[in-house]
């Protein structure tokens, strides 16, 4: 069977649509979330056992998961042959790009349920694997032993995990004895086996680890991966290219006028996560001892205020903390009270926030941060207390200088960091960066530790498309800009009850100049449950309408700073996901580029009016 299953691969190969290789992200509205990769592989199957190969018939199948940190039709399929070659459950089956984060995901999940592990391994273990570190900072507890192969894992009380770096992907060796099989391959990634029905219980968490702090394996890799399964003749990517990093490095730094040099990863939670670590770690040492509080908005993005609290339940010296930011709070004086608490702590304030926020897209009044960052506060027992770092991701404008030495923040040790997904590589990549300013600039290399430690680094491509696409960033972030403003002034004037959500003219002088809007749109009803529900209603029909009219630009998705079309979505339901259900924005988000149709979307949206008002 598994060699029937082999054989049908090498011969879709040669179909598969170019998305598969090419997109980051997914039309939403054909999207299952709670089915995920199952809905893709049931039909997948079926496409088997009709032996169908066509390349019409591949791009119909339904979403593979939402996102390519999370997985991706291709690492979906990679999954399902190594499992049939194993005798396994396709979902017991995980690809990682990175070859520590699935033992991280192993360990995290025994700290929490108390459970011992043991990790065996033959050749050697990930370079930048620094167990003395893992276990401080991160808290894990695990015994290491080399072996030459598996049948040298023994019966212990706990999980056994045996890893092998040999760059034998699919020549795994199962036994009983071993719960997790981790077989890595220097350029393509890892891939994680549970083994057998105990280990079922572990499959989501692997995978949340995947979504939260990590990727799965690129599409260019897998579909490497795949090849090389199937013993086709094609070269093996080599490590990275000097001159694209440099060149990447160099655009960041010109982009955000910052002097040190910035660290780039496989995704911005992968960034975002190295940020959080190596903050831990320099807490741990300038002030060993002390409450670790991370401070993040209740409602911002998802992935942000998920991991942030997943990396609380590992730690009981870390504690988030909520900073209400949108609507009727106020970042300032949610920044100086939330300040004013954790000094009478005496803790070390770690705070993460979007400006512009998301999806409110308000900016703060920046002296009045910075003044409410550098006020001088003293601890319940007089002493000075811990100035704050702050963590800001600039997604939505990444062409602000938040970081030159002569900005406001100046003063204020401040890490900058993007999504790569977004404007630098125009969708083409999921890669993230970030980079600090002169004050915080000795933090850069705890963040790159535990960047390295976790083999989040950008792969290969990730560096070479960023190097593509970089130099036309800023053209492309004001034109997309144009194109927004003048949107958002039609929806004014063809519906003025509507709630617009954007920056305003005097804001948009100041350089922040974002190519995402929300939309409330007016409502009806007795009570505010009816409102609230026609309020939903008209959101999702003035998608469907969008999507329908104009398929080639307008998409059911998450993203924004694409090189071409339209993206609507509602965040309650994909970027705040995880977010508590009464921080929750039901609102439309758009995000136009500026290479679109502008007139067509400004036709269907009176269309939809008229329709509706």
């Not at 019966?155 to 040999?166: K, L």
């Not at 968490?205 to 599409?219: C, F, K, N």
Request: with cysteine; hydrophobic share 40%; charged share 20%.
């Amino acid at each position: 069977m598994a060699t029937k299953k082999i054989q049908y691969v090498k011969r879709i190969l040669e179909y598969i649509p170019s998305d598969w290789l090419h997109l980051t992200t997914h039309r939403l509205d054909i999207y299952n979330e709670a089915l995920a990769k199952t809905e893709f592989l049931n039909a997948f199957k079926k496409l088997y056992l009709q032996n169908t190969t066509s390349t019409q018939a591949l791009k119909n199948l339904p979403t593979a998961f939402d996102y390519i940190r999370l997985g991706h039709p291709l690492s979906c399929i990679l999954e399902w042959v190594v499992a049939a070659i194993n005798n396994q459950k396709p979902e017991n089956v995980i690809s990682f790009s990175s070859a520590t984060m699935p033992i991280l995901a192993v360990l995290r999940k025994n700290l929490l349920d108390k459970r011992k592990t043991k990790i065996y391994y033959s050749g050697t273990l990930p370079a930048a694997f620094n167990a003395n570190t893992i276990r401080k900072v991160y808290g894990y507890n695990f015994e290491i032993k080399q072996v030459n192969s598996p049948e040298e894992v023994s019966t212990f009380d706990g999980s056994t995990v045996f890893f092998t770096s040999q760059e034998a992907l699919f020549n795994t060796k199962l036994n009983t004895q071993i719960d997790f099989y981790i077989s890595a391959h220097a350029q393509l990634g890892s891939i994680i086996i549970a083994n057998g029905t105990k280990n079922e219980q572990y499959v989501s968490e692997i995978q949340h680890v995947r979504r939260r702090e990590s990727i799965a394996m690129t599409p260019a890799n897998t579909f490497t991966a795949l090849n090389l399964l199937v013993a086709n003749n094609i070269e093996t990517p080599k490590g990275i290219e000097t001159k694209h990093k440099t060149a990447v490095q160099e655009q960041i730094q010109q982009i955000t006028g910052a002097t040190v040099k910035p660290v780039v990863a496989s995704s911005g939670l992968s960034i975002q996560y190295a940020i959080v670590m190596g903050l831990i770690t320099y807490a741990q040492a300038q002030h060993p001892g002390k409450a670790i509080k991370i401070v993040v908005p209740p409602n911002c993005y998802g992935g942000t205020n998920d991991q942030a609290r997943r990396v609380a339940a590992c730690n009981t010296n870390v504690e988030v903390l909520d900073l209400p930011v949108d609507g009727a709070n106020n970042m300032v004086q949610s920044t100086d009270k939330v300040l004013n608490q954790i000094a009478e702590m005496d803790a070390i304030p770690f705070i993460i926030t979007e400006i512009p926020t998301n999806p409110r897209v308000e900016v703060p009044n920046l002296t009045d941060l910075k003044n409410a960052l550098n006020k001088k506060r003293t601890t319940k027992n007089g002493n000075t207390a811990i100035a704050p770092v702050f963590i800001l991701d600039q997604t939505f404008c990444p062409n602000v200088y938040f970081l030159k030495d002569e900005n406001i923040l100046a003063s204020v040790k401040t890490i900058s960091y993007v999504s790569g997904s977004k404007f630098p590589s125009g969708g083409k990549c999921t890669a993230g960066y970030c980079t600090a300013n002169r004050k915080a600039a000795d933090l850069i290399a705890y963040i790159d530790e535990h960047l390295l430690l976790c083999d989040n680094e950008a792969t290969r491509l990730q560096y070479e498309l960023l190097a593509q696409q970089m130099p036309s960033m800023l053209q492309r972030i004001e034109n997309a800009y144009i194109n927004t403003r003048e949107f958002v002034q039609f929806i004014h004037n063809t519906l003025p009850e509507a709630k617009i959500n954007f920056v305003t003219d005097e804001i948009a002088e100041q350089g922040f100049k974002p190519s995402v809007f929300s939309l409330d749109l007016p409502t009806k009803g007795a009570t505010e449950e009816e409102r609230e529900t026609h309020k939903r209603n008209l959101n999702q029909l003035l998608i469907t309408s969008m999507i329908t009219e104009i398929p080639n630009e307008s998409k059911y998705c998450v993203s924004y700073g694409q090189l071409k079309g339209c993206y609507w979505t509602i965040p309650a339901t994909s970027t705040q996901g995880t977010t508590k259900e009464a921080d929750k924005d039901y609102i439309a988000r758009v995000a136009l580029s500026g290479n679109m149709d502008l007139e067509r979307h400004k036709a269907v949206f009176s269309a939809f009016v008229k329709a509706n008002f």
